[in-house]
């Protein structure tokens, strides 16, 4: 007695990652609608469901009428939360919206700006924007993406400035046209004026190189965030031949870090310890399981700690790879 909208993913599919954050969207404005479900299959998990449905890549969204075994419809558009609410209102006749996000980017002006962008502890990247301007109208979607993409980082800002309204800054910096978009290090040291292709996935690697961040668009990590650098070659060791003698070298070399690669190394250490346990097959079936978690929700902190431990998993299971 209900209309069910589909995705079948795998935990794997890059396409599908990106599409998450959109579709949780749509989920969460048709939750406590009565005749509609919103609904995700892990397909790579359960494929024979994905055949039975006639799934042949991912992401692959289909729409299931009330009173029906098969869908009726795949589909087959951008696959954004406004057009994904579009479609499923059409196809079922409700009227729903998307509530309004809280926008990530903050709003800085004349006399909030030295607090926020000259903080010496923070990153701080500006959108110098005037509301006339057609070129910042087509950047502030990006742009906000990118906010939102980094909203969890503690040492990186993305702020916006009325550059209309406001004079001040505008005028110290010597800024003559918009957008401009400025990054102002922690330090308080050179200003550094962005000038690549204004997309969310340029400025996300602009940030990445200026800050030392790992981010992606989606607000995800890069494949190397987490990894400690100095215990890959006692990783590749250790995966040519698991000892009780390599686990202790780990260890030791473990002590000399600092900070986050502290405890990063930690997770290291677990890992190794599992695999003198249960065997090398112990690192594929936890990285298969951290997947199946993390396609799930949960909050951006337990989302960045399960996507740097997968990172590390990875890294075994290329030194193990590599000794084959």
Not at 175 to 185: A, D, V
Not at 195 to 200: L, M, T, V, Y
């Amino acid at each position: 007695n209900k209309n069910v909208l589909v995705v079948f993913y795998a935990s794997w599919c890059g396409h599908c990652k990106a599409l998450l954050p959109d579709y949780e969207k749509l989920g969460n404005a048709y939750k406590g609608v009565k005749n509609t479900l919103v609904v995700r299959v892990d397909a790579d998990r359960f494929r024979a469901l994905g055949s039975k449905h006639d799934v042949v890549g991912y992401p692959t969204i289909k729409f299931f009428p009330k009173n029906s075994k098969k869908a009726t419809d795949t589909y087959n558009n951008e696959r954004t939360a406004e057009l994904m609410v579009q479609y499923l209102n059409e196809k079922t006749g409700n009227k729903v919206k998307l509530p309004p996000e809280a926008a990530a980017a903050i709003s800085v002006d004349d006399s909030s700006f030295a607090a926020v962008v000259q903080d010496p502890t923070k990153h701080v990247l500006v959108h110098f924007y005037a509301p006339w301007c057609g070129h910042c109208k087509r950047v502030a979607a990006d742009f906000e993406r990118v906010a939102q993409a980094f909203k969890d980082e503690p040492n990186v800002v993305i702020a916006k400035y009325d550059a209309d309204q406001n004079k001040v800054f505008v005028e110290q910096l010597g800024i003559t046209g918009y957008p401009s978009l400025k990054l102002f290090p922690k330090d308080n040291s050179v200003v550094v004026t962005f000038e690549g292709a204004r997309d969310g996935e340029s400025l996300v690697n602009f940030l990445n190189e200026q800050t030392g961040t790992q981010r992606t668009l989606d607000g995800g990590l890069l494949p190397e965030a987490g990894i400690v650098a100095t215990l890959q070659w006692l990783v590749a060791e250790f995966m040519g031949s698991p000892t009780r003698e390599g686990l202790e070298k780990t260890i030791a070399t473990s002590k000399q870090l600092e900070g986050e690669h502290s405890s990063n190394a930690r997770y290291y250490l677990d890992v190794m310890n599992k695999i003198l346990q249960e065997g090398t097959d112990f690192v594929k079936k936890e990285r298969q399981r951290l997947q199946r978690v993390l396609a799930g929700g949960m909050s951006s902190k337990k989302s960045y700690e399960l996507q740097v431990k997968r990172n590390i998993l990875e890294s075994f299971l290329h030194a193990a790879k590599a000794k084959a």
